[in-house]
């Protein structure tokens, strides 16, 4: 027997991801969506600066009212990790623990993993607002705030910079060693951003849920909230071992369609080379799903 073939097998259930399947249901194209969760956007307590909500939304509710969007077009999320990708001939086959799923194109959405955070309960850290993860989503809510960004060559100077159009009080750390030049140094000086010259060790967090930072000379440093600038790992492990071509950090290279190097392999969001937000995200996906549906055979309506 003839195992069914969907248009698009989308990988990813964050906002990338579930942007495209209402793009490709309202094409009428027959769709899965697989999630594995992980989502980061599950993370954010409020986001602001997503287009039309003047007050904001958290994140959980913006990917909750997106699966409620999708499901509309008679599509549900199935929860679930693709261990495995492979091409027969025109079609992917993606392996999961429910056996074998058969798909003319694929649409990763896979994300990205931070690096690891040198904080127990991060979550908790995060859910209150100690911990940020995107400067460019909510610099602006910090506004005034004890600063503190923490860095493991990655960049310091212009994350640390970059903090200071939000407030005077912001202090470089770095992980595990000091790596700042004399021109680096100056040019922090000329700033007025403090930098600290012992390495960080950890961070806790206070009973106020102020964040502590640790340092190698065994001293302690309170803020109100802390970046841990560290890095971030592209989640394109199933597109690599097809082939797709990938930058340092594992991130795909995609053309303005949004397909990679494998043709009818497609990748939206974070995974993707540029800026990580949830509005680009949205607008990658917008492109992929009509790209996808206007290379898929047409579909006329009887």
């Known amino acids: ?81 693709i261990t495995g990708l492979r091409r027969e001939g025109d079609v992917f086959v993606a ?10 194109t694929v649409l990763l959405a896979t994300g990205i993993a931070d690096a690891g ?26 506004l005034d705030k004890r600063i503190a960004v923490v860095s493991s060559n990655v960049n310091p100077v212009g994350h640390a910079l970059f903090m200071r159009t939000f407030s005077a009080s912001v202090t470089l750390f770095e992980r595990d060693e000091v790596r700042l030049s004399a021109a680096q140094r100056a040019e922090l000086d000329a700033a007025m951003v403090t930098y600290v010259l012992s390495p960080l060790q950890g961070i806790t967090m206070s009973e106020k849920m102020m964040p502590i930072l640790h340092t190698a000379d065994d001293d302690s440093h309170e803020f109100d909230v802390v970046y841990p600038m560290l890095g971030e790992v592209a989640r394109s492990d199933l597109a690599q071992s097809l082939g797709a071509k990938t930058g340092n950090c594992g991130e795909l290279t995609v053309d303005q369609q949004q397909a990679t190097t494998v043709p009818g392999l497609y990748a939206v969001g974070d995974v993707v080379a540029g800026l990580n937000q949830i509005s680009v995200a949205a607008g990658q996906a917008a492109v992929a799903a009509t790209h996808i549906h206007n290379e898929l055979p047409r579909l006329f309506r009887g």
């Not at 392996?95 to 003319?104: F, K, L, P, V």
């Not at 040198?118 to 989503?137: D, F, K, Y």
Request: proline fraction near 7%; aromatic fraction near 6%.
């Open 117 to 142: 955070l040198p904080i127990e309960n991060w979550h908790e850290a995060v859910a209150s607002g100690a911990l940020r993860l995107c400067p460019v989503c909510d610099g602006f809510d910090v």
């Open 1 to 81: 027997m003839t195992p069914p073939i969907l248009d698009t097998l989308i990988i990813g259930g964050g906002p990338a991801g579930l942007t495209a399947a209402v793009y490709l249901r309202r094409f009428r194209r027959d769709i899965a969506v697989i999630d594995k969760g992980h989502s980061r956007l599950d993370l954010i307590p409020v986001t602001h600066n997503f287009p039309g909500f003047p007050h904001g939304i958290r994140g959980s509710q913006l990917l909750e009212n997106l699966r409620r969007q999708l499901g509309n077009y008679g599509c549900e999320v199935t929860q679930g990790e």
């Open 95 to 104: 392996h999961h623990d429910g056996g074998q799923i058969y798909a003319r």
